[in-house]
Structures are given as structure tokens and as C-alpha cells.
């Protein structure tokens, strides 16, 4: 099994940032592909971000790129979200999932945005985004 939590979220103006991380124990981190969800109230849990078991392959949701940036160390067993020009639609609870598979990375990554293809959740750290 791994455990994961999450830890950084916060209250952030408008256009602020924050940094989130996904500490892991367990079973050896680097077997698995980490990905960043996120849910809002009223709302299902959508995908933000991703990142395959080397840390080098990764794919982000539209509504994020260019404003989130995920990397993970595995020497540490940690993966980070650093997020910027925060916006109000950013607000939700942000989870880390992890998945192991043994599939090729660049495969692996084009179907990392599943909440159903996660094999383990953190529980979550919230992020408001607010005046």
C-alpha cells in the first residue's frame, strides 16, 4: 500500500500562488504515476495535472497549464504542485492520487486523467481562492 498526504493549501488572493505537496510511504514511489485531482463543492473530482514514475513525462487539464507546474522527487518520495495566478475557480480541495503501472511512461501519461484509474487518494488539502 502507499499513503499519501497532502500538505499547502490555503486562502490566496486573486492572481497570488500557492504550493502544494503529496508526501508518500509505503511501497516504492517510484513504481508509481502521481497525479493531482481536484473537487469543488457541488462538483466531481476533475483532473489537474499529472506526472509518470521517472518524472518525465507530464500532462495538464487545459483550465491549468500554463499557470500550474508538477514535478515529483522520488529520492524524497514527494510530488508538488506549484501553482500561480490563482484564480477563483481554483478554489476546491485538491487530492494527490497515485497509480502503479508498469506501462511505458509516454502511454501511461495519455491516460493518466481518470479518477478511476488511481489506485490511492490522499485526503486532500484545501485551496480557496478568494477577495
Known amino acids: 500500500q502507499v499513503q499519501l498526504v497532502e500538505s499547502g493549501g490555503g486562502l490566496v488572493q486573486p492572481g497570488g500562488s500557492l504550493r502544494l505537496s503529496c508526501a508518500a510511504s509505503?511501497?516504492?514511489?517510484?513504481?508509481?504515476?502521481m497525479g493531482w485531482f481536484r473537487q469543488a463543492p457541488g462538483k466531481e473530482r476533475e483532473f489537474v495535472a499529472a506526472?509518470?514514475?521517472?518524472?518525465?513525462?507530464?500532462i495538464y487539464a487545459d483550465s491549468v497549464k500554463d499557470r500550474f507546474t508538477n514535478s515529483r522527487d522520488n529520492a524524497k518520495a514527494t510530488m508538488s504542485l506549484q501553482m500561480v495566478s490563482l484564480k477563483t475557480e481554483d478554489t476546491a480541495v485538491y487530492y494527490c492520487?497515485?497509480?502503479?503501472?508498469?506501462?511505458?511512461?509516454?502511454?501511461?501519461?495519455?491516460?493518466?486523467?481518470?479518477?478511476?484509474?488511481?489506485?490511492?487518494w490522499g485526503q486532500g488539502t484545501q485551496v480557496a481562492v478568494s477577495t
Open positions: 506526472v509518470s514514475r521517472s518524472g518525465t513525462r507530464l
Open positions: 492520487g497515485a497509480d502503479w503501472s508498469s506501462a511505458p511512461e509516454d502511454i501511461w501519461v495519455a491516460k493518466a486523467m481518470g479518477v478511476s484509474d488511481y489506485d490511492y
Open positions: 509505503g511501497r516504492t514511489f517510484s513504481s508509481y504515476g
